[in-house]
């Protein structure tokens, strides 16, 4: 069974720094690309950052470029996103998400994604 589970979210100060994690299970994460998505009450889920199954690869959103490094390690079956000089508009639940069909970063949209995690609350906020 394909599963997804991320882990890491929380309250933290703007300026601050949180490091998502995604783990897998019931599939060889290595196979395939991975994206972290994002969202805000009120607002659309955005995919915020993809790697390649290689981890050649990353695509991140203008807003977050600079700021947020998406990472894995096939051999934990794990993927990251380490999330620096946090800002309140990112405030939103991060889910992990896979189409298990390429080792390259699908389009953007929510559509290209068959398998998503529950989603970890990332709260930025004095």
């Known amino acids: 069974q394909v599963q997804l589970v991320e882990s890491g979210g929380g309250l933290v100060q703007p300026g601050g720094s949180l490091r998502l994690s995604c783990a897998a299970s019931?599939?060889?994460?290595?196979?395939?690309?991975i994206a972290w998505f994002r969202q805000a009450p009120g607002k659309e889920r955005e995919r915020v950052a993809c790697?390649?199954?290689?981890?050649?690869?990353?695509y991140y959103v203008d807003s977050v470029k600079g700021r947020f490094t998406m990472s894995r390690d096939n051999a934990k079956n794990t993927v990251y996103l380490q999330m620096s000089s946090l800002k309140p508009e990112d405030t939103a639940v991060y889910y992990c998400?896979?189409?298990?069909?390429?080792?390259?970063?699908?389009?953007?949209?929510?559509?290209?994604?068959?398998?998503w995690g529950q989603g970890t609350q990332v709260t930025v906020s004095s």
């Open positions: 019931g599939f060889t994460l290595d196979n395939y690309a």
């Open positions: 998400a896979t189409d298990l069909r390429s080792g390259w970063c699908r389009p953007p949209q929510r559509s290209q994604y068959a398998y």
């Open positions: 790697i390649s199954s290689s981890g050649g690869i990353t």
